[in-house]
Structures are given as structure tokens and as C-alpha cells.
């Protein structure tokens, strides 16, 4: 559970972004395997599981951020040319000025299994029908988006 000094931080953080910023840009990857499992982790610094991502750097495209990420966050080494962009949406939970980029990506090769560090507490695989319990709000609605063919929403 994130303590009230990492909460305090990540707004910070947001913060930070806001005044360098002109808008903030994310990206998450929906990592399905063969079997209908999709990779989840948990973070150090806030509540719940989430997909694996994080936010786009200067200079750097979103699936670049997203290769980038899945490798830090879970040891997932994505081929790029086969994620397939799901949607784009408005964050407004983080910001007035936040956007996330989502791909699925099913072609993927884990490199190890991802041992805690100060960000990712943990990082594992679940059944798409049976997302453990704390899994976010968000991470629910777009995975029913991907499962059931659905058009994605426009707010995260």
C-alpha cells in the first residue's frame, strides 16, 4: 500500500510535469500471452495492479516508451513491430493535461522473471477472467475493451 509521503511525491511529480510540460504523455501495454493471461504489476508508490507502463520522454515515440518500459518494469522484451495501438485516451485522474497511449502486445519473450526494485514490488501474469483482487479501475475497463472487441473509450 503506498504510504502518504509516496502519494505526496507522485502529485509532486505531476506537478513538476505540469509547469515543463505542455501536456503529459503516458504509455501502457496490455502484454497477452498464448494462454489469455495478461502481465500485471504493482508499484512501490501507488495502490493496486496496473498494465506495465510509464510516461514518454522527450524525443522518444510511445512504442519506443513502451519497449522501454516492459523491459524495466516486468524484464518483457516486446517485438514492437507487432503491438497493435488500441487506443489513445484523457487521464484526467492524473491531470487536466494527461494522455495515455495503449497497445496490445501478444508477441513478447519474458528475459527473466522481475525481481522487486524501488518502483515494481511485483510483476506477474493473470488469467484475463480472473484479474487478481486491487486490479484498478482502469486496468478492468481496458482490458473488457480488448477481451470483447470493443472500441476504446476516450477517458482512461
Known amino acids: 500500500m503506498a504510504t502518504r509521503a509516496q502519494r505526496l511525491m507522485l502529485r509532486g511529480a505531476h506537478l513538476v510535469w505540469r509547469v515543463s510540460r505542455g501536456i503529459t504523455l503516458g504509455v501502457r501495454g496490455a502484454v497477452i500471452d498464448a494462454?489469455?493471461?495478461v502481465c500485471l504489476i504493482r508499484h512501490t508508490y501507488t495502490d493496486g495492479w496496473h498494465l506495465p507502463g510509464g510516461g514518454v520522454e522527450p524525443g522518444e515515440t510511445a512504442l519506443a516508451a513502451l519497449v522501454r518500459e516492459c523491459r524495466e518494469e516486468a524484464e518483457i522484451e516486446i517485438d514492437p513491430g507487432a503491438a497493435r495501438l488500441h487506443g489513445f485516451y484523457f487521464n484526467t485522474s492524473a491531470s487536466r493535461r494527461d494522455h495515455v497511449v495503449l497497445y496490445v502486445a501478444r508477441a513478447f519473450a519474458v528475459r527473466a522473471p522481475?525481481?522487486?526494485?524501488?518502483?515494481?514490488?511485483?510483476?506477474?501474469?493473470?488469467?484475463?477472467?480472473?484479474?487478481?483482487?486491487?486490479?484498478?479501475?482502469?486496468?478492468?475497463?481496458?482490458?473488457a475493451e480488448i477481451?470483447?472487441?470493443l472500441p476504446p473509450a476516450t477517458h482512461w
Not at 480472473?130 to 484498478?136: H, I
Open 35 to 37: 494462454d489469455d493471461r
Open 114 to 143: 522481475k525481481l522487486p526494485d524501488r518502483e515494481i514490488a511485483e510483476a506477474a501474469f493473470f488469467p484475463l477472467a480472473a484479474l487478481p483482487p486491487g486490479t484498478t479501475r482502469a486496468t478492468h475497463a481496458r482490458l
Open 147 to 149: 477481451a470483447g472487441g
